[in-house]
């Protein structure tokens, strides 16, 4: 089971953080920091678009801004304001298959093997630091996306693992620190079990898109 999470923006930084994060910038990676011109997706928490924003505006490798050094979900990918990826469900999955190349160099993903299986509301604030997160995330589960097939990206992706279910339990029962917070959010909802007892027929499972508020 491969696990991506894209993330549409619910959340715009005020000028007085910005201000702050300016003087603070120099110290990231560079090629992270430019990242952040990219435009995102702005909806509210019922997924309604509202415009789009900047990274910089709406804000894990140890160049990664937010929640550095993390183990997540396979791949991360945030929609861009442009026609291809501000369409909901077909969007999203294209971002999917830009992302997933951009951060571990797979690049035989289709669309149709990308499937959206559902909406979650997720925040949190990084302690003691300017950034956070505070997103409306799709979950996007795929199949075969095996280590030997990887080239992943340095400035992306400090390691890479595959596990079983059991595996995952036991590790992030025994580590949870070392996950970011969305994952250990996520967990706790038990989605990751049902989804792999069912991998093998997952385009057959039914999905409730109803928006999930992860608390």
Not at 117 to 139: Q, T
Not at 156 to 172: C, F, G, M, N, Q
Request: glycine share 4%; proline share 5%; with cysteine.
């Amino acid at each position: 089971l491969d696990f991506t999470v894209t993330a549409r923006q619910c959340s715009i930084n005020n000028t007085e953080r910005m201000q702050r994060a300016n003087v603070i910038l120099p110290k990231y990676d560079p090629v992270q920091v430019g990242y952040l011109s990219e435009k995102c997706i702005a909806v509210d928490e019922d997924d309604q678009i509202i415009g789009e924003v900047t990274k910089m505006d709406a804000h894990r490798v140890e160049t990664c801004i937010t929640f550095p050094c993390l183990w997540a979900n396979t791949c991360c990918s945030h929609p861009l304001f442009t026609a291809g990826e501000r369409t909901g469900a077909t969007g999203v999955i294209a971002a999917v298959v830009r992302k997933i190349e951009h951060e571990l160099g797979f690049v035989d993903l289709e669309p149709e093997e990308c499937h959206v299986m559902g909406r979650f509301l997720y925040k949190a604030v990084e302690a003691n630091s300017l950034w956070g997160e505070h997103e409306l995330d799709y979950a996007v589960v795929t199949r075969n996306v095996s280590l030997d097939r990887l080239v992943p990206n340095p400035q992306e992706v400090s390691d890479i693992r595959a596990v079983d279910e059991k595996e995952l339990t036991d590790w992030i029962t025994s580590e949870s620190p070392s996950f970011s917070p969305w994952f250990r959010l996520f967990y706790r909802l038990r989605f990751l079990s049902e989804w792999w007892s069912n991998i093998d027929h997952i385009e057959n499972l039914p999905v409730d898109l109803s928006i999930i508020r992860m608390t």
